[in-house]
């Protein structure tokens, strides 16, 4: 009869527990050089490939609408549905939050000349409206001063026109701006928030913005009310 007592003994023990970390050995140091020959095949593809693109994530899309109203003058598709006649607009439940610029287009064609033009800012709806000899010409949306740098009230003048303006102490760009004070209070193309967001300045969209760059002169009023 076979035998197999052999394969129990001591020394047969030790001879396979050193083929078994000779093998393991072997096994860890190809894996090594395999990876630092970069053989693998995910790492071919991405050389032959190129990287995979960032992952970009999305800001929230109420701050997308604000952005791309504040720079390209577009409107979300959720306010469609606001009335076009201004009464009706600014009685609307919708109008605190509306990103929409109300215009009535003859008045403003007729604001060049010798017209008397003047802006109100409303502090609590975030709204503000350009009048042309008295009369309502645009209604826009604003974005003033937080609790921590608000937005002075009180009646003011336009001191200074800036197309490329650009913020000292902030070293940011303020596009169109409009000063109303000496330490730098004024109205600018900015991102809209529908909250109070800014350092103290009126941000506008660029729209609305442009159209008053335009048309105020030095020296126009502009009220800021609470």
């Known amino acids: 009869m076979f035998n197999n007592a052999h394969l129990t003994s ?9 083929a078994a970390c000779g093998w393991a050995a072997l096994v860890c140091a190809l894996g ?3 990876c630092s020959a970069e053989w693998w095949p995910w790492q071919q593809q991405e050389e032959e490939w190129g990287a995979a693109p960032p992952l970009v ?8 609408r604000c952005r791309r109203a504040a720079r390209n003058g577009e409107l979300p ?14 009685s609307s439940a ?12 003859a008045r403003l064609r007729s604001s060049n000349g010798g017209a008397q033009r003047c802006v109100v ?3 609590s709806n975030q709204r503000g409206q350009y009048f042309v000899d008295g009369r309502l010409a645009m209604d826009f949306p604003v974005c003033t001063g937080t609790p921590s740098h608000p937005t002075p009230t009180g009646a003011f003048r336009i001191s200074e ?11 940011c760009a303020m596009p169109l701006f409009m000063r109303l004070t000496n330490d730098g209070i004024g109205l600018h193309v900015g ?8 350092h103290g300045c009126i941000r506008l969209t660029r729209e609305a913005c442009a159209t008053l760059f335009r048309d105020l002169p030095h020296g126009a009023e502009v009220l800021i009310r609470p």
């Open 10 to 18: 001591p020394c047969a023990q030790r001879i396979s527990r050193c």
């Open 32 to 34: 090594l050089a395999s």
């Open 57 to 64: 994530v999305a800001p929230p899309p109420r701050v997308i």
């Open 77 to 90: 598709s959720d306010e469609e549905r606001i009335p076009q006649d201004y009464e009706n607009f600014r």
């Open 94 to 105: 919708a109008y605190r939050t509306s990103l929409r610029t109300w215009q009535d287009a």
């Open 121 to 123: 800012i409303e502090l």
């Open 161 to 171: 026109k800036d197309r490329h303006h650009r913020s000292n102490l902030y070293h």
């Open 191 to 198: 991102d809209v928030f529908r909250t109070p967001a800014s």
